[in-house]
């Protein structure tokens, strides 16, 4: 029982210790900083937090649940898989998938053409700028999606 309990205690202090899943991961890091002659270590935080919510702007309306979710344009629709968590500096860079859409009746026996795509851009407070690829060709325009904002969209008719 000592033998067990002494060794789950040296598994808890080393730095490849129980962590809890949805707790940020710290780990030591040496800093510049000295210290009467010793250098200190810092501990900074390794993980990201995932964006919710809704955001909205010019043909596009998306929505966030843990950085993943369904995005509508005026004629497609797709869905982030790979959750949306901003470096510093505000970048991202995710995939997902994209379907085109078409004007007019849809057979029930039509099948969607879902395209593996990648979404990147940048989020700087309430305001993301979006990009999107698909079939590794990135479209012309980028969007502009404020969070909280509803979306102006048109869909094909």
């Known amino acids: 029982m000592t033998l067990i309990f002494s060794a789950l205690l040296c598994l808890t202090c080393s730095d490849r210790g129980i962590q809890s899943p949805t707790a940020p991961t710290t780990r030591p890091v040496q800093s510049d900083a000295v210290d009467g002659g010793r250098?200190?270590?810092?501990?900074r935080t390794r993980a990201a937090t995932a964006l919710s919510g809704k955001w909205g702007g010019e043909h596009i309306s998306l929505e966030l649940q843990d950085g993943v979710g369904p995005l509508e344009l005026d004629c497609a629709h797709g869905k982030i898989t790979q959750a949306i968590a901003p470096a510093s500096d505000g970048s991202f860079a995710v995939t997902g998938t994209f379907t085109r859409e078409h004007g007019g009746p849809v057979s029930?026996?039509?099948?969607?053409n879902v395209r593996?795509?990648?979404?990147s851009g940048t989020v700087s407070g309430d305001t993301m700028t979006l990009a999107i690829a698909v079939d590794g060709q990135e479209f012309?325009?980028?969007f502009t999606l404020t969070k909280g904002q509803s979306p102006r969209l048109t869909k094909c008719l």
């Open 116 to 119: 593996p795509a990648r979404y």
């Open 39 to 43: 250098r200190r270590a810092v501990a």
């Open 140 to 142: 012309p325009d980028k």
């Open 108 to 112: 029930t026996t039509e099948e969607e």
